[in-house]
């Protein structure tokens, strides 16, 4: 995969037959087998990685034996439903749609939000359109804060400086999504006796851009393993619709259009695969430079950055510490996804 010790931009090469058979084996050996659940449940939101979970997931399991349940709320982007039902359509799973709004009304996710949004900019009413963004990673090492971008129904956009804890608590509320997603996820794997699925690439999993107790909760994660690169890929050769391949990743959950990049990676994911499959590698920054056409000293600002990352993230990843008094015996840690999915009798 590479030469001389310099990185290749086919290091990620992949056969994507022999890839989705081993998937499709493990998903129908560990749902089948290992949980004795009778199926699968997939969040699908019309992005990529969903795409990708649901076509395997009908492949191992049986189209009849997937749900695609398709969670949209007031913020998703206005083709987001259309794309979720194509992907379902697609690959001849039966699908369900749970609009999210109204129990987020409820729970004050919206409210909350907005309140923390008013500390930075007191002007902002809910009819505005919002997204928070990070400054960029190369040719600087100026410290990166991020940023509210705000824009009034018929006016310009205006950034302004979010302080950390107007931060926190608009990152707080919008993890309301995630949550309430997963709960109804759970619902259906529960009425059904099916697993969840869960749709992390492998940038989302080591870098930590999940919610812990949202998407980052699942019985099952069958492309955790995979760079994104790879999962574009496996998409290709699975016959997801060009829709859904050629659709810029995006976070879907502010009422502004933003990418993944711009709110977290803070660069593309072609790039970071590479850095990351390098920083993987024990590579230097000089090896991998000209493979991904930036300088040393910027391949290792990415490096720090991964770095950092799995540093400030690494606690999402762990399971729940159970603590015993003097002399009791200490039992396994049991992780969250393991207590939700051994709740209930298999059928």
Partial sequence: MQAAGLLSRAALEIDAEQVTAQIVH????????????????????????SAVVVALCARALGPEAVL????PERDSAGDTLALSRLVADSVGVPSLVEEISEPLEAIGCYRRRDEAIRAALPEY????????????????????????????????????????AAYSAIVAATNFKQRTRKMLEYFHADRLGYAVVGTP???????????????????????????????????EHLGIPA????????????????????????????????????????????????????????????FDDIDGKRRATRYLHLPARLLTGPGAAAPGAIGEAGAASGAQPSP
């Fill in 68 to 71: 695609a349940v398709l969670m």
């Fill in 243 to 302: 829709e859904i391949r050629e659709r810029p990743p995006t976070t879907d959950t502010y009422s502004l259009p933003q990418s993944q990049s711009e709110f977290f990676f803070s660069i593309d994911h072609e790039t970071l695969d590479l850095c990351l499959y390098a920083r993987n590698e024990g590579l230097s920054p000089e090896a991998v430079a000209p493979a991904v056409g930036l300088s040393a000293e910027d391949v290792r600002r990415v």
């Fill in 125 to 164: 009413t809910p009819e505005w359109g919002i997204k928070i963004v990070l400054p960029g990673l190369l040719g600087s090492d100026r410290l990166r804060l991020f940023s509210l971008v705000a824009r009034p129904p018929g006016g310009e956009e205006r950034t302004v400086r979010l302080p950390a």
């Fill in 201 to 235: 690439n492998r940038l989302e999993h080591d870098q930590g851009f999940f919610v812990k107790g949202g998407d980052g909760l699942a019985d099952v994660k069958p492309i955790a393993h995979l760079y994104k690169t790879q999962v574009y890929r496996l998409a």
């Fill in 26 to 49: 493990d998903l129908r050996e560990v749902v089948h087998g290992e949980l004795r659940r009778r199926g699968g449940v997939v969040a699908v939101s019309g992005g990529i990685d």
